[in-house]
């Protein structure tokens, strides 16, 4: 089927970098999406990925590997309104599916 | 008011009851959806609404009822739900759902039901 995996927590320091990792199947497969999820709020979109490479926008950034069906998303400078939980989606079948992973949720110390 | 809007934001009900969960969005979107979110689970996609037609039904019991009136609506009516149906349940909009890939998707905060 068309799943996608993605570690189940990260905890990391304010001002640290830390990086998300989704890898995905292949079949029918367009592209990735990254949502962010503060707890007890809606998720929000972060970034889209169609292509090989990275996508930076201010502190975050993803990227995506085709070739190795894995993409990740990076934070820099980290900030303690960072914790939440972090989601990749993927869309298939040009675009007629988006699949969420299970999310990450991400513990930003002080 | 602005974005996608849900109510109520927690529900509490018998497994006799019969409820409804409401969505409104107010960005001129095309397209609808219902995902449940359970702990520890990936989003589930339980239906998807394009131009008030249904394009997906993933294999939800039938005790899940959607309806949606018009672009801006969006109904699940439910009835003789189960302990195992408690869970956030989220809805959604986008532009367009045919080209998803450029056309994110904007959350409600989701409706809290428990079931007992």
């Known amino acids: 089927g068309q799943s996608l995996e993605q570690p189940s927590e990260v905890t990391a320091v304010e001002g640290a970098i830390v990086q998300i990792n989704c890898t995905y199947q292949?079949?029918?497969?367009?592209?990735l999406s990254w949502y962010q999820q503060h707890d007890g709020g809606a998720p929000t979109f972060l970034s889209y990925n169609a292509l090989d490479g990275l996508e930076e926008t201010g502190r975050f950034s993803s990227f995506l590997s085709r070739s190795d069906s894995y993409g990740y998303l990076l934070l820099q400078e980290l900030q303690m309104k960072d914790s939440a939980s972090y989601f990749c989606?993927?869309?298939?079948?040009?675009?007629?599916?988006?699949?969420f992973g299970q999310g990450t949720e991400l513990s930003v110390k002080p | 008011e602005t974005g996608v809007t849900q109510t109520p934001r927690h529900l509490v009900m018998g497994m006799t009851n019969k409820k409804s969960l409401k969505c409104e969005q107010h960005?001129?979107?095309?397209?609808m959806y219902w995902y449940k979110q359970s702990a520890k689970k990936p989003l589930e996609l339980m239906f998807v609404y394009s131009l008030e037609e249904r394009v997906e039904n993933n294999s939800v019991p039938s005790r899940f009822s959607p309806e949606c009136p018009n672009s801006s609506h969006l109904f699940l009516h439910l009835h003789t739900l189960q302990p195992e149906d408690s869970a956030l349940y989220l809805c959604?909009?986008?532009?367009?759902?045919?080209?998803?890939?450029?056309?994110?998707?904007?959350f409600g905060n989701g409706t809290r039901l428990t079931v007992t």
């Open positions: 959604a909009s986008s532009q367009d759902q045919v080209k998803l890939y450029n056309s994110p998707l904007h």
């Open positions: 960005l001129g979107h095309n397209a």
């Open positions: 989606a993927a869309v298939y079948n040009q675009g007629g599916k988006l699949i």
């Open positions: 292949t079949s029918g497969f367009y592209g």
